[in-house]
T-cell receptor, first 111, second 116 residues
Framework: DQQVKQNSPSLSVQEGRISILNCDYT??????FLWYKKYPAEGPTFLIS?????DKNEDGRFTVFLNKSAKHLSLHIVPSQPGDSAVYFC??????????FGAGTTVTVRA | ETGVTQTPRHLVMGMTNKKSLKCEQH?????MYWYKQSAKKPLELMFV???????ENNSVPSRFSPECPNSSHLFLHLHTLQPEDSALYLC???????????????FGSGTRLTVV
């Protein structure tokens, strides 16, 4: 049972424009949501997180939005840069030490 | 060396072989994890260790056997694997429950396993 879903396997965006990545979840018990970035041949690295009691968190070019009623979160990258080309995973925290991950979205930033 | 280190980076093994994956973290974290990443699929949690004690076994087949001798080291012993077990195996660590929620895990670079 996949509790965290990323329905777009890929996204292509022009350099300087906004990248919007989406994630849906089903479990109301999730209390934190996180985004990870992964380059080929490397492990995922933590990008940004948001508590379930908030609806927005911003860190530089990265902003995460949470809509609890819709069980939806999104990651905005503005402006997109070539180094942002990677696979992005959405994750949700629940219970003790557990994270559930989505399948990932591959972002390609075009020059 | 800092972070989470996994060895080997690549492994090819036959179905009758026995091999082990190693993970080491130098972050002083209390919890360690094994995840499996298959192509186009979400990361699948396999095992969780908290203060060296296994707290989660996510219905993993017995041909995968974890070992955690101390809070800094984690092993995954492999025997009689199947070709469908070919995947990227990721080790991760986290400080504590709250750290996991806020900052997630610190991942290693993974071991790319191919079973032939």
């Amino acid at each position: 049972d996949q509790q965290v879903k990323q329905n777009s396997p890929s996204l292509s965006v022009q350099e300087g424009r906004i990248s919007i990545l989406n994630c849906d979840y089903t479990n109301s018990m999730f209390d934190y949501f996180l985004w990870y970035k992964k380059y080929p041949a490397e492990g995922p690295t933590f990008l940004i997180s948001i508590s379930s009691i908030k609806d927005k968190n911003e860190d530089g070019r990265f902003t995460v939005f949470l809509n609890k009623s819709a069980k939806h979160l999104s990651l905005h990258i503005v402006p997109s840069q070539p180094g942002d080309s990677a696979v992005y995973f959405c994750a949700a925290s629940w219970g003790d030490y557990k994270l559930s991950f989505g399948a990932g979205t591959t972002v390609t930033v075009r020059a | 060396e800092t972070g989470v280190t996994q060895t080997p980076r690549h492994l090819v093994m036959g179905m009758t072989n026995k091999k082990s994956l190693k993970c080491e973290q130098h972050l002083g974290h209390n919890a360690m994890y094994w995840y499996k990443q298959s192509a186009k699929k979400p990361l699948e949690l396999m095992f969780v260790y908290n203060f060296k004690e296994q707290t989660e076994n996510n219905s993993v087949p017995s041909r995968f056997s974890p070992e955690c001798p101390n809070s800094s080291h984690l092993f995954l012993h492999l025997h009689t694997l199947q070709p469908e077990d070919s995947a990227l195996y990721l080790c991760a660590s986290s400080q504590d429950r709250r750290g996991t929620a806020f900052y997630g895990y610190t991942f290693g670079s993974g071991t790319r396993l191919t079973v032939v």
